[in-house]
T-cell receptor, first 115, second 110 residues
Framework: ETGVTQSPTHLIKTRGQQVTLRCSSQ?????VSWYQQALGQGPQFIFQ???????GRGNFPPRFSGLQFPNYSSELNVNALELDDSALYLCASSWPAGTSADTQYFGPGTRLTVL | DAKTTQPPSMDCAEGRAANLPCNHS???????VYWYRQIHSQGPQYIIHGLKNNETNEMASLIITEDRKSSTLILPHATLRDTAVYYCIVRVATGNQFYFGTGTSLTVIP
């Protein structure tokens, strides 16, 4: 059984640029959630994807968008990067919320630095 | 969503039990208590979860009070590798997101 993987590990961008982060879910999981973790804070929920549709969203602006593919992998896209977007971005996979096995399992994260 | 309160930091001697408390006084009947830990900016690692009964697995035990307003995560024999930030989270059974607080930074001392 493979765990959640994310790429790239680290990324440096400049303000105003766009970035795409990628996540492969744990084998068998069809739901992917994305979180942003600023330094010294707990992770904050961005959104979740289930069956290629957005299935819930946290308090993040529309320039944060995502995709889920038929193989359940997912992308997080951030447009018009701001300095405050510098953070660790975490992906978690699970079965759908409300099922008996909907515990979320996290990947190692992508560290994004915006200069 | 129910909020949790945890002490910001704790120390524990290596080999002793680490008892991490969490208050969730506004928890509702259909909300689960989850515990995760995060070691030095790695992804959070699932530890255990429960609804109202005490739970035990190979990593830890979870003790939930009868009124469900608080819980304690117990690491029975703490090792140096258990040094991490521990997050207590309450989540609606049908909810699709975890609300993380700032957690408890546990330091295991040799």
């Amino acid at each position: 059984e493979t765990g959640v993987t994310q790429s790239p590990t680290h990324l440096i961008k400049t303000r105003g640029q766009q970035v795409t982060l990628r996540c492969s879910s744990q084998s068998g999981h069809n739901t992917v959630s994305w979180y942003q973790q600023a330094l010294g804070q707990g992770p904050q929920f961005i959104f979740q994807y289930y069956r290629e549709e957005e299935n819930g969203r946290g308090n993040f602006p529309p320039r944060f968008s995502g995709l889920q593919f038929p193989n359940y992998s997912s992308e997080l896209n951030v447009n018009a990067l701001e300095l405050d977007d510098s953070a660790l971005y975490l992906c978690a996979s699970s079965w759908p919320a409300g099922t008996s096995a909907d515990t979320q399992y996290f990947g190692p994260g992508t560290r994004l630095t915006v200069l | 969503d129910a909020k949790t309160t945890q002490p910001p930091s704790m120390d524990c001697a290596e080999g002793r039990a680490a008892n991490l408390p969490c208050n969730h006084s506004t928890i509702s009947g259909n909300e689960y208590v989850y515990w995760y830990r995060q070691i030095h900016s790695q992804g959070p690692q699932y530890i255990i979860h429960g609804l109202k009964n005490n739970e035990t697995n190979e990593m830890a035990s979870l003790i939930i009070t009868e009124d469900r307003k608080s819980s304690t995560l117990i690491l029975p024999h703490a090792t140096l590798r258990d040094t991490a930030v521990y997050y207590c989270i309450v989540r609606v059974a049908t909810g699709n997101q975890f609300y993380f607080g700032t957690g408890t930074s546990l330091t295991v001392i040799p």
